[in-house]
């Protein structure tokens, strides 16, 4: 790849260089920063906009109120401009994410939960799914690094995962939610750990120090939370990374002489269609938003999508089925206190054991339950069911309940590993679109069994543990709808192109100068929240592409 | 911006405070006001809610509200919902009913990162380091 030398830069609109990358989440943003940094000519389209802190209403007193609307996860309910709609009448799980500068990480808990060693070998371990095509080991360097940029907060020596490095910054207070939960820990002989999170505990890398707001989930208003357009943009920016914000990629251009991408089509924000030209090309839309272009991108010589001689782009979606297991108590435990990563964590049942009824298993994170509406409805899109009498949620059992609960409640949310089914698919919807026509995606998704008893049995467990914990009361809400944070798997990597989109560096296996680097490539889903390891396989395919640059086959 | 009329305001009021009564130490939905300027407040943060706030508000003038509810409930659960919601927001977002609920709102309160962890300190944590390793790892190639 010819690569212009330190600080280049695409001199002109739409004049080719080196790389253009589509999405500007955590794993197109690793690829930009470190790729400008080794003197490649980046630019990145990015349909949503520059997040503004001033807007993140968690300082102000209608914070939940808004997180059910404007600020809701869920692109179809938040309805903004930005968003593209999805199509989930056949989903049993409703994805959720959001277009920025930084992407979903803009509305994530920050919970920095690696990938294990077993999750890179499910196939070899447990004679299931399939295996990554490297190993914890081979993607712990970039695990490190990442965590330097990140500011990760926690504490060293998990006996959960193999020795490694410590983390940046000390950990979190758990504070009184926290300690609860451990303290039910310690009594059934579990495993636990101080939460490890995206969120320094001293200041680091232009972020502040978490200051406990506790509103993680609507964007962080102390400028606390890790989001990459503030630990990783300034740097892409004075290294010669362009980035076009308002930019909605309709398609990537592919040159069928030359077996070559050549750019990305896109509207700009004020409806113009424009084109940027690449020698590279690399797909960082997440596990909806990469599938959707790809087939998006369909042409003579990719009738069913680009890169899909193999015909699983947009196939084997997973999604992690969320229950969670609130435990309420007798003690003033101010859990509306954050931050709402988790505060503890446990993987004690983590590793596949075929006697309970499901193969691999689940973390837990311990996380605060909110403020005064959060109680009333504690998970979910509603503040309150409908149905049943008006007095069941009203009248003086609201106040029973706020009494009762607020303040005194403490959440256990599962994360189970989801297993690939070419069922559970992304595909183009044939009449819905965005606001400027393009077609949106549709969602075909079942949970399935495996899931399903897995979340059953974890469930279980977890009211044991908030009972040995002194939980007065507790409520289960099981498998909920609004919890698509984690979209996995739909343009996987492996080693054979007829089983896999991918190679282990990213690299289509039909298209050379083609990549996919963010979590559409994981052959499996692992059991824990993946953030850590999307910017970790970015860095390293980003690294190898460096390291390569004088063999890519470039348009 | 939705204006609304004082006869649907004292609509709202009433329908809140079957809602939101006073006891147990609360005091009612009308006491805090929320029928007034936070009204107008919610409905400027949200006017999604809106039209089936006011579709409710239709369906219940002039009846007993207890029973307007009821009939809400039963016939149109999103009126009554938006209704809920505006009504709930508002009560807990003003400062006397957080006051008493012992709410200060997501209050920005940095820790000390050097103080070292109860957890740290009491032993706590040493038993689950003690129990030694329970990762599976990468099996030989």
């Not at chain 1, 503004?52 to 309805?79: M, S, Y």
Request: negative net charge; contains cysteine; proline residues 8%.
């Amino acid at each position: 790849m010819a690569s212009s030398g330190s600080g280049a830069r695409a001199r002109r609109h739409g004049e080719e260089v080196d790389v253009c990358i589509v999405g500007a989440g955590p794993s197109g943003s690793v690829a930009a920063r470190y790729l400008a940094e080794a003197g490649f000519s980046v630019v990145t389209l990015e349909q949503g906009d520059w997040p503004d802190a001033a807007e993140f209403p968690g300082d102000k007193p209608e914070f939940e109120l808004v997180a059910q609307k404007q600020w809701h996860p869920n692109p179809n309910v938040r309805d903004r401009d930005r968003d593209y709609p999805i199509n989930t009448d056949e989903s049993a799980i409703n994805p959720l994410m959001y277009a920025a500068v930084g992407g979903s990480t803009t509305l994530y808990a920050g919970h920095w939960t690696p990938f294990m060693p077993s999750d890179f070998r499910v196939r070899t371990l447990d004679g299931i799914a399939d295996d990554w095509p490297f190993t914890y080991e081979d993607l712990l360097p970039s695990l490190e690094a990442m965590e330097r940029v990140v500011g990760v907060s926690g504490l060293p020596g998990n006996p959960a995962y193999p020795p490694r490095r410590a983390f940046p910054t000390p950990p979190l207070p758990i504070g009184k939610c926290g300690m609860k939960a451990a303290e039910g820990m310690d009594k059934l002989g579990w495993h636990w750990w101080p939460g490890t999170n995206a969120m320094p505990s001293v200041p680091y890398n232009g972020l502040n120090p978490c200051a406990r707001r506790g509103t993680c989930m609507t964007g962080c208003p102390e400028g606390a939370k890790s989001t990459a357009n503030i630990t990783l943009w300034p740097h892409a920016l004075k290294d010669g990374a362009r980035i076009v914000v308002g930019a909605r990629v309709r398609e990537i251009t592919y040159d069928a002489e030359r077996n070559r991408v050549t750019g990305a089509t896109y509207i700009d924000r004020n409806g113009r269609e424009r084109h940027q030209k690449a020698r590279t090309v690399i797909v960082c839309g997440n596990g909806i938003g990469t599938p959707r272009l790809l087939l998006l991108s369909a042409c003579a010589a990719f009738p069913d999508g680009l890169a899909n001689s193999s015909g699983l782009v947009g196939k084997r979606l997973m999604m992690h089925p969320f229950s969670a297991v609130l435990g309420v108590f007798e003690e003033d435990l101010e859990s509306w206190r954050g931050p709402f990563g988790h505060l503890i964590e446990s993987n004690e049942f983590y590793e596949t054991d075929e006697k309970r009824g499901f193969m691999r298993g689940a973390k837990w994170g311990a996380m605060p339950a909110g403020g005064p509406l959060g109680t009333t409805g504690f998970v979910g899109s509603k503040i309150f069911d409908e149905g049943g009498r008006v007095e069941d949620s009203w009248g003086t059992n609201l106040h029973d309940l706020v009494d009762r609960r607020f303040g005194h409640s403490m959440v256990w949310g599962i994360i189970g590993e989801d297993l690939p089914e070419e069922s559970n698919r992304v595909s183009l919807d044939p009449k819905l679109t965005d606001t400027d026509g393009i077609p949106a995606p549709k969602l075909d998704y079942t949970v399935s069994e495996n899931s399903s008893n897995m979340l059953k049995f974890h469930v279980d467990r977890l009211l044991e543990a908030s009972l040995a914990a002194g939980a007065i009361e507790t409520v289960v809400v099981h498998q909920v709808p609004d919890t698509g944070w984690h979209l996995l798997g739909t343009a996987r990597m492996g080693d054979d192109p007829r089983t896999s989109v991918v190679d282990e560096w990213g690299r289509s296996h039909d298209v050379p100068n083609l990549f996919v680097f963010d979590a559409s490539a994981f052959p499996t889903s692992g059991g824990v929240n993946p953030t850590a390891t999307i910017m970790s396989v970015s860095h390293r395919q980003t690294m190898h592409m460096i390291s390569e640059r004088r063999n890519v086959e470039a348009a | 911006m939705t204006t609304v009329s004082n006869e649907e305001r004292a609509v709202f009021a009433e329908l809140a405070d079957v809602l939101i009564p006073a006891a147990e130490g609360m005091p009612a939905a009308s006491d805090v006001d929320v029928q007034g300027a936070m009204l107008d407040h919610i409905l400027g943060l949200r006017p999604d809610l809106a039209e089936a706030f006011r579709r409710g508000l239709s369906a219940a003038a002039g009846k007993p509200p207890a029973d307007a509810a009821e009939a809400l409930n039963r016939d149109d659960a999103e009126a009554l919902g938006a209704i809920g919601i505006v009504a709930s927001a508002g009560y807990y977002m003003t400062p006397a009913v957080r006051e008493v609920i012992g709410y200060p709102g997501q209050e920005n309160r940095p820790a000390d990162p050097d103080e070292t962890p109860e957890y740290v300190a009491n032993g706590m944590l040493q038993q689950v380091i003690d129990r030694g390793p329970i990762f599976v790892p990468t099996p030989e190639a």
